[in-house]
């Protein structure tokens, strides 16, 4: 089942799904673009998933507020 709206006048429609690893809904979630959940999903499992997965916690982790330069996420979860 694919966590993703993909219907004529979705929210996502005009993404390239080929080349997204990885797409955010709201503030908080952060969704990878698994191949065989999603129609066009690219991520498979086991190296895929975790390089991509410690990439975006190291990004993530080092963003900072342009004005104060604060570090703006303090500390990432992840779910499964």
Avoid: H
């Avoid at 797409?23 to 991509?52: A, C, H, M, Q």
Wanted: aromatic share 12%; no cysteine; charged share 25%.
């Amino acid at each position: 089942m694919s966590l993703i709206d993909f219907s004529e006048g979705g929210m996502l429609r005009n993404i390239d799904w080929s080349s997204t690893r990885a797409d955010g809904v709201g503030f908080n979630g952060r969704y990878i673009n698994f191949y065989g959940r999603e129609p066009w999903g690219i991520v498979r499992s086991g190296k895929d998933k975790s390089t991509l997965l410690e990439e975006m916690s190291s990004k993530l982790l080092k963003f900072l507020d342009p004005k104060s330069g604060q570090t703006v996420v303090t500390q990432v979860y992840r779910g499964e």
